[in-house]
T-cell receptor, first 114, second 113 residues
Framework: DGGITQSPKYLFRKEGQNVTLSCEQNLNHDAMYWYRQDPGQGLRLIYY???????QKGDIAEGYSVSREKKESFPLTVTSAQKNPTAFYLCASSQGRDGDSPLHFGNGTRLTVT | QKEVEQDPGPLSVPEGAIVSLNCTYSNSAFQYFMWYRQYSRKGPELLMYTYSSGNKEDGRFTAQVDKSSKYISLFIRDSQPSDSATYLCAMSAPSSNTGKLIFGQGTTLQVKP
C-alpha cells in the first residue's frame, strides 16, 4: 500500500538537544510538507519541498531545518533554537506542486521536550 | 483576522443526527476546498475535495461551497459514533504555486450512541 510513514510515533528529548523526525513516502509525489499541530491552533506550515534538493520556509520555520536528498524522504530536524518544540508534527505529500493537489498525511510524530 | 475561520466546538450530537460543519474565509481567490477528518493521535485523511462552487456528495457526506458568501459546509447524514473526530477545512488558490493549503482550526465532533 502506498502512503507516508513517519517515525517514531512518540519521541522524548531533553531541552537543548537536536532531534530528527523521519518522513518517507512511496506515492511518487513531487511535493512534501511539514506541519506542526498544536491544540487550538490548527496546522501551521514549517517547511515544504517541491523538488529534490530544493525546499522553502513555511510560516514558522525558525528553529527547524530540513533536507530533501531523495524524492521519497523529507526529514525534519528540530533544533535547540526552537523555543517551544513540544507538539504533534505531521508530514504530508502531494502529487502536484500547485494549489489544486490535496495533501496526503502521515500519522504524525508526537515530540515532547522536557 | 485569520484567512480561514472554523468554530472549534466541541460539537456533540446523538447518533443518527444530521451534522453541519462550517468554515468561512476571506480570500476570494480560493478555488479548491477540502475537508479532512482526523482521529485522535492520527494524521488527517482527505474526506471531500471540491473545486469552485457547488455541491458534492459521497455517501453520507455532502460538501457545499458558496463562493459568494465565502462559506463552505460539510454535512454528515445519519451520523455514527465512528464519525467522532476532528474535521478540518482547507483551501487554496490556483495562483498558489506552492501547493500551500490554508487550514481552519478544526471542529471536534462527538457522536453519542
Amino acid at each position: 500500500d502506498g502512503g507516508i510513514t513517519q517515525s517514531p510515533k512518540y519521541l522524548f528529548r531533553k531541552e537543548g538537544q537536536n532531534v530528527t523526525l523521519s518522513c518517507e513516502q512511496n506515492l511518487n509525489h513531487d511535493a512534501m510538507y511539514w506541519y506542526r499541530q498544536d491544540p487550538g491552533q490548527g496546522l501551521r506550515l514549517i517547511y515544504y519541498s517541491q523538488i529534490v534538493n530544493d525546499f522553502q520556509k513555511g510560516d514558522i520555520a525558525e528553529g527547524y531545518s530540513v533536507s530533501r536528498e531523495k524524492k521519497e524522504s523529507f526529514p525534519l530536524t528540530v533544533t535547540s533554537a526552537q523555543k517551544n518544540p513540544t507538539a504533534f508534527y505531521l508530514c504530508a505529500s502531494s502529487q502536484g506542486r500547485d494549489g489544486d493537489s490535496p495533501l496526503h498525511f502521515g500519522n504524525g510524530t508526537r515530540l515532547t521536550v522536557t | 483576522q485569520k484567512e480561514v475561520e472554523q468554530d472549534p466546538g466541541p460539537l456533540s450530537v446523538p447518533e443518527g443526527a444530521i451534522v453541519s460543519l462550517n468554515c468561512t474565509y476571506s480570500n476570494s481567490a480560493f478555488q479548491y476546498f477540502m475537508w479532512y477528518r482526523q482521529y485522535s493521535r492520527k494524521g488527517p485523511e482527505l474526506l471531500m475535495y471540491t473545486y469552485s462552487s457547488g455541491n458534492k456528495e459521497d455517501g453520507r457526506f455532502t460538501a457545499q461551497v458558496d463562493k459568494s458568501s465565502k462559506y463552505i459546509s460539510l454535512f454528515i447524514r445519519d451520523s455514527q459514533p465512528s464519525d467522532s473526530a476532528t474535521y478540518l477545512c482547507a483551501m487554496s488558490a490556483p495562483s498558489s504555486n506552492t501547493g500551500k493549503l490554508i487550514f481552519g482550526q478544526g471542529t471536534t465532533l462527538q457522536v453519542k450512541p
